[in-house]
């Protein structure tokens, strides 16, 4: 009953494209300081207190493969995913809202896992289940969480603040959440091929782990407040340290400068990578969902987390006309390209 | 890989039903002040300010027919049916986050008309979007909304506060909504049958809006305001009539009576549904989607609304042990059957 006369595919914009494309006509009217645009918006409240609020959709198929996805470490992980974006505004997550698609296929069973998961987070993370919706779909698993968080209004850290010298830092290591997620589609293509054989595990449980149960950073942001640095600018690496060095830079109006040698690639990440003859920089670039901490800082903070375990400082903000750039182990500059991890 | 042993199909617990079952469990940690179980959640911030949270998840083929719902009209409800849940609290919306997971089958020409809607209803009810995701799905359209209000303290109402002799009030009329869905359902079959038969909407205009774009009632909160009435409980009316009492009664540990005559039906909604040989009184209490507000309040205040056209006096609160009753046309008092719609 209804046509269209021009059409565009979706898949021409990417994922960020489109929501700055659907977005770029809603103006602010409210008590809003921050719409969409960061890793969470930013609403006033009174007293320099703010709200913080994030929202993020996990679909069967896109984001997870049930055949070897846990229920209840994708309830775990929907929940922390979230919570990742407000402990990237350096705010405190406080409340959740999740909603579920499901098909008949889903027994209650399995949603009940799916809800352990959810609720074991709560608990780990000091978090409220607030809300929800639950609903039938035609085909398949939809999960829908926002998260909600507070912060004292001069502790928030957005995507735009680095500024030309400032230090480049990421919590963790990376590329190991990719590496499991290689590790298990390789186990579910000999599972089946011959569903007798077992799954080996063994040697892999790290990349498993980063895959299917992520953390969030809470402890960094307790960190920085205790060693009194406030990062110029933060986001968390859900898409790939590439990807989210364009949007620190784009966001800041600056360029960025990454050592590759700085990179911090666990052991166990590194050999499952050249095990599979990837390069792992590569996966660390590109491949995402770590939910590590990306922040830029003041090089006058250096001595602070110098030689602090949980902290790498893996290059420097530039100044835009720099572009962003890596600097190769063999001492090459390439601009860097930012292949992140895309839902479409 | 995995299996369950036992299972229960999810149809057996109800929408309703199984919310409870999985959020049991739950404990509230935070400055949250009501969680899961009433139109929205409600969260302390400062000075007796109070942020008030809703979420609704829309699914292709389950909430919406888009063989007859335009995609502008549908996010333009998508956003109205969580206002109206912030506004059944006798709070004020001030912030949405949408999410969207579509098929390929969808141009971004669709989706800009889903986001003209929910732009349309965002300066209509001067709402921020303030956030969201959006994702490719393996069929269909699903859309997650989140809203986000705000409330002084003293006035926030919610289901629990109904006390015997309280009059039941409810704002505008009802039934329509559902003639409405059943007009557009027999207009489809016979376009199905003969495509070159064009449908003849006119007379059906009334039923067909309250369908296609329901409106939330923000204009109640201010009315209740200006006479003065704060509701001792209110809920939107989203799934009928009858299921609304039920959770009324059920929050509030009180009975209901309503009498079938005072229910307000629309001449057209009450034609079409004659037409279609149904019970227009049925299609009242178990219609659902017209996202009237309804409330109870203290007799004390009859005559500030004894006589105004937005409001129907439909019965009134009795003790639990009464149970929820319909006096009939006819003068008879039937227990009521909650046969709301249910997704799944």
Chains 1, 2 share one sequence.
């Not at 021409?12 to 602010?28: M, Q, R, Y």
């Not at 929940?79 to 402990?87: G, H, K, P, R, W």
């Not at 987070?121 to 829908?144: M, N, P």
Request: with cysteine.
């Amino acid at each position: 009953m209804f046509e269209n006369a021009a059409r565009t595919e979706i898949s021409s914009l990417g994922e960020f494209g489109l929501i700055d494309h659907l977005t770029k006509n809603f103006v602010l009217k409210n008590n809003t300081l921050k719409g969409v645009g960061d890793d969470a918006a930013v609403i006033a409240t009174e007293a320099g207190k703010r709200t913080v609020v994030s929202t993020d959709l996990l679909v069967e198929g896109v984001h997870f493969d049930l055949s070897y996805f846990p229920m209840k470490h994708l309830g775990y992980k929907a929940v922390v995913v979230n919570l990742s974006d407000i402990y990237a505004m350096n705010a405190k997550p406080k409340q959740i809202t999740v909603s579920v698609a499901m098909s008949s296929r889903f027994s209650l069973e399995a949603i009940e896992e799916l809800y352990a998961g959810i609720q074991l987070a709560c608990e780990k993370y000091q978090i409220d289940l607030v809300g929800g919706d639950t609903s039938a779909s035609k085909q398949g698993l939809t999960i829908s969480v926002t998260a909600i968080g507070e912060a004292n209004e001069e502790e928030l850290v957005y995507r735009s603040g680095a500024k030309a010298n400032d230090l480049l830092v990421v919590t963790g290591d990376l590329g190991g959440a990719f590496c499991g997620y290689q590790f298990l589609e390789r186990e579910k293509r000999v599972y089946l091929d011959n569903p007798q054989v077992q799954p080996d595990l063994s040697g892999h449980d790290y990349i498993i782990e980063r895959q299917l149960k992520p953390e969030a950073r809470k402890d960094i942001i307790d960190i920085l407040k205790a060693l009194d640095i406030k990062p110029t600018s933060m986001m968390d690496v859900s898409d790939g340290l590439a990807s989210e060095c364009f949007h620190l830079a784009k966001s800041s109006g600056t360029g960025i400068t990454v050592y590759e040698e700085k990179i911090p690639i666990d052991p166990t990440t590194y050999n499952f990578a050249r095990e599979l003859e990837m390069d792992p920089t590569l996966c660390a670039l590109s491949g995402g969902e770590d939910y590590e901490l990306l922040f830029t800082m003041s090089q006058a903070d250096f001595a602070k987390i110098e030689h602090h375990p949980d902290f790498s400082i893996i290059g420097y903000v530039t100044e835009a006309s720099e572009g962003i750039n890596l600097i190769t182990k063999s001492g090459n500059k390439h601009p860097m390209k930012a292949q992140g991890w895309t839902a479409f």
